[in-house]
């Protein structure tokens, strides 16, 4: 059974025009999905969507279905689904509201009035897969834009979702913090979570089982890696060449 569904999915932001035109796609349990297309072309409404922000919290209208594990979005509440599907914004700082990394961490397992030692254990855990010990009673403020990055990641980890949705998870990091987000989506994956992940750099998703293409809110390709790759005439021509070029593989 595949954990998302998405049957037809329109949606408009509040007064706009629709910004997602009909989608419909799914993804089976211990997938990667990669999704790639043009700034512009709806990458980020597709994650807030599916985890629930919009309509919930950004209002504007929805059309079609997202199932999250045979159920409706829609039915579930917001820290319901969250503990299904996480999502990483591509901005850390709209998710990060506590003053220490620790407390961070700890914020989401508290609202859920998790047991105190389940909570302490889940934040030893999230801080030493990220390797966020050291900065563990430090000010997320103050610390770089990539391990921001990491935290808003560690934050979501923390409700031990099955499903995880990044955006643009590596668009802040040098190339040290690349190499280490790279390595802790493989251990996620080979733990058996389902990533939905939206990149630039096709290097950064190369373990990506399929690739999902989206231009203008629309869907134009999905397919293997090796499948998309292959046909640089049909990137060319959507104009996805010259977006992922700075890939090597070009
Ligand atoms: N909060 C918003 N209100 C109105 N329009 C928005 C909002 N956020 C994004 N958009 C519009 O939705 C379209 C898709 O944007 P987005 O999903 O951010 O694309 P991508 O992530 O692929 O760059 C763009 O035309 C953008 O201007
Ligand atoms: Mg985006």
Redesign the pocket.
């Known amino acids: 059974m595949p954990v998302v569904k998405v049957e037809n999915l329109y949606y408009a ?2 007064e ?1 025009p629709p ?1 997602l035109k009909g989608l419909d796609f799914q993804v089976e349990a211990g997938e990667t999905l990669a999704v790639i ?10 994650c807030q969507c599916l985890c629930g922000l919009a309509p919930h919290v ?1 209002g504007g209208s929805m059309r079609g279905r997202i199932l999250i594990k045979g159920r409706a979005s829609t039915e579930y509440r917001l820290p319901q689904l969250a503990c299904e599907i996480g999502m990483v914004m ?1 901005n850390p700082d709209m998710q990060l509201v506590c003053t220490t990394v620790e407390d961070e961490i700890a914020f989401a397992p508290e609202n859920l009035c998790l047991p105190p030692r389940e909570i302490r254990s889940r934040v030893n855990e999230v801080l030493g897969l990220l390797g966020l010990k050291d900065l563990c009673l430090k000010n997320p403020a103050l610390l770089s834009g990539g391990q921001r990055q990491l935290l808003a990641l560690g934050a979501v980890l923390a409700l031990q979702p099955s499903i995880l949705v990044l ?1 643009e998870p590596m668009a802040l990091l040098d190339e040290k913090g690349r190499c280490l987000v790279h390595e802790i989506l493989l251990y996620l994956r080979d733990e058996g979570k389902t990533l939905i992940i ?1 990149d630039h750099d096709i290097e950064n998703i190369n373990f990506a089982d399929r690739f999902m293409v ?1 231009e203008q ?1 629309e869907i134009i390709c999905l397919d293997s890696p090796a499948a998309v790759m292959a046909d640089k005439e049909y990137l060319q021509q959507h104009r996805l060449y010259l977006e992922l070029s700075g890939s090597t593989r070009f």
Do not use: E
């Open positions: 932001y509040p706009g910004v297309g043009l700034s512009g072309s709806g990458k980020t409404t597709l950004l591509q955006d939206v989206m809110g």
